[in-house]
């Protein structure tokens, strides 16, 4: 009903960038709130950064003025620009937006994961 495909990710050296991209497609009236998480190995998946449809932001500190969301709505697709690297950013990142789907008469609120992409910062 609603696919998620991010790219973007990668090996990186500390101090370097990446920009994560992750486009929406399928069935869906709206997008409400698009996300960035991301999990790294024996540690629980936590929030990096949101976006909603109105544009306010949210960032996890450990990001804050090295991370930028932004979303291009017209494209369906969010992006997360990630400057100054460190090798603790290294992890999974899983794309999640908040999509509404036609349901019967009305909508539904679903959410929806993307795959996860690789994301390597090491020397």
């Known amino acids: 009903q609603v696919q998620l495909v991010e790219s973007g990710g990668g090996l990186v050296q500390p101090g370097g960038s990446l920009r994560l991209s992750c486009v929406v497609s399928?069935?869906?009236?709206?997008?409400?709130?698009m996300g960035w998480y991301r999990q790294a190995p024996g540690k629980q998946r936590e929030a990096v950064a949101d976006?909603?449809?109105?544009?306010?932001?949210n960032y996890i500190d450990s990001v804050k003025g090295r991370f930028t969301i932004s979303r291009d709505n017209a494209k369906n697709t969010v992006f997360l620009q990630m400057n100054s690297l460190k090798p603790e950013d290294t992890a999974d990142y899983y794309c999640?937006?908040?999509?509404?789907?036609?349901?019967?008469?009305?909508?539904?609120?679903?959410?929806?994961w993307g795959q996860g992409t690789l994301v390597t910062v090491s020397s």
């Open positions: 399928g069935s869906f009236w709206r997008i409400n709130t």
């Open positions: 976006i909603t449809s109105g544009g306010s932001i």
């Open positions: 999640k937006v908040e999509a509404l789907v036609a349901s019967g008469l009305t909508y539904r609120a679903l959410e929806v």
